[in-house]
């Protein structure tokens, strides 16, 4: 049998040896990332361009349009309105949708960055604001379809009556108990 001290030794070896494998494992993993075996990133240690914004994307919800803007010092990208600041001490001044250049103040320092191309082979974007055609009603023949009335009133009063039958079914369930 082993006494305490003896665990007591035992687990604290058993601590030191993984906390020796976790360090020599984070300089493992540091490696990688400096090397990655799935090539590198677009903005990695082999990328021309040393530009430290690049604008990535574009989406419009109403009359607010929106940026993708990636900052290649900590390979990350977030959505930004116009005038808003980035947490990244950067702030977007203007766009030409014509062109598709945004105008961005980095720091004091005005950027013009136009927008970059997907890698996945896609067309050139478009710079009109997407359009949504009203799509007409398919019936699906296996589903029931429900007539409505032509009359809202009589809509109406047909829901009316069902409420009032309801409440009345409910009055007797209630009594009735």
């Known amino acids: ?10 687990i604290c070896s058993a601590s030191l040896v993984v906390l020796s494998t976790g360090l020599a494992a984070d300089a493992n993993l540091n490696a990688l990332l400096r090397n990655s075996p799935f090539g590198s990133s677009a903005s ?3 990328d021309k361009s040393n530009a ?10 109403g009359d607010t349009y929106y940026f993708s803007v990636f900052a290649a ?4 990208s977030e959505w930004l309105r116009l005038n808003e600041d980035s947490a990244k001490k950067y702030v977007i001044k203007g766009y030409d949708p014509t062109r598709q250049v ?22 050139a974007p478009n ?29 109406l009063n047909k829901i009316a009556e069902e409420i009032k039958r309801r409440r009345a079914l409910r009055q007797q369930a209630i009594s009735g108990k």
């Open 127 to 155: 710079t009109a604001l997407p359009q949504t055609a009203p799509r007409p009603a398919v019936a699906n023949p296996t589903t029931p379809q429900t007539v409505t009335p032509p009359n809202d009133a009589e809509r």
């Open 102 to 123: 945004l105008t961005v103040d980095n720091q004091g320092q005005l950027l013009t960055l136009p927008l970059i191309a997907g890698k996945g082979g896609a067309s």
């Open 44 to 46: 990695g240690p082999n």
């Open 73 to 76: 010092a900590d390979s990350r």
């Open 1 to 10: 049998m082993f006494g305490f001290f003896h665990k007591f030794t035992l």
């Open 52 to 61: 430290p914004l690049e604008f990535r994307g574009v989406m419009v919800e």
